[in-house]
């Protein structure tokens, strides 16, 4: 069974980076892969970005393409996202979640990962 636990969230202004961590509590986490989803108030859940558990296939939504990468280090059993050129609509809590042999044409779709963590706070405003 997998645990997960997201940080590095806070308020950044508009233009601004953060870097979302998701720590895992065991070494299984090998075998995962990892999503980080985000959900703003009034908004269904949607996912942002997905790492295989090789690291070799990295997923992104449109919206964040281009401004956010993916990463992960199996060693310290962390899943990294870098989050740069912020904008208010990136507002949101952002969780991730692990999941197995998650087909490329499911990623985005949370039914299909089992493991979440509690969220991290990312607020964007000026």
């Known amino acids: 069974q997998l645990q997960v636990a997201e940080s590095g969230g806070g308020l950044v202004q508009p233009g601004g980076s953060l870097r979302l961590s998701c720590v895992a509590s065991r070494s299984t986490m090998d075998f995962y892969d990892i999503g980080w989803f985000r959900q703003a108030p009034g908004k269904e859940r949607e996912g942002v970005s997905m790492?295989?558990?090789?690291?070799?296939?990295?997923m992104y939504a449109d919206p964040v393409k281009g401004r956010f990468t993916i990463s992960r280090d199996n060693a310290a059993r962390t899943v990294y996202l870098q989050l740069n050129s912020l904008k208010p609509e990136d507002t949101a809590v952002y969780y991730c979640?692990?999941?197995?042999?998650?087909?490329?044409?499911?990623?985005?779709?949370?039914?299909?990962?089992?493991?979440w963590g509690q969220g991290t706070q990312v607020t964007v405003s000026s």
């Open positions: 790492i295989s558990a090789s690291g070799h296939r990295k």
């Open positions: 979640a692990g999941g197995l042999s998650i087909d490329a044409s499911r990623w985005k779709y949370a039914p299909f990962y089992g493991y």
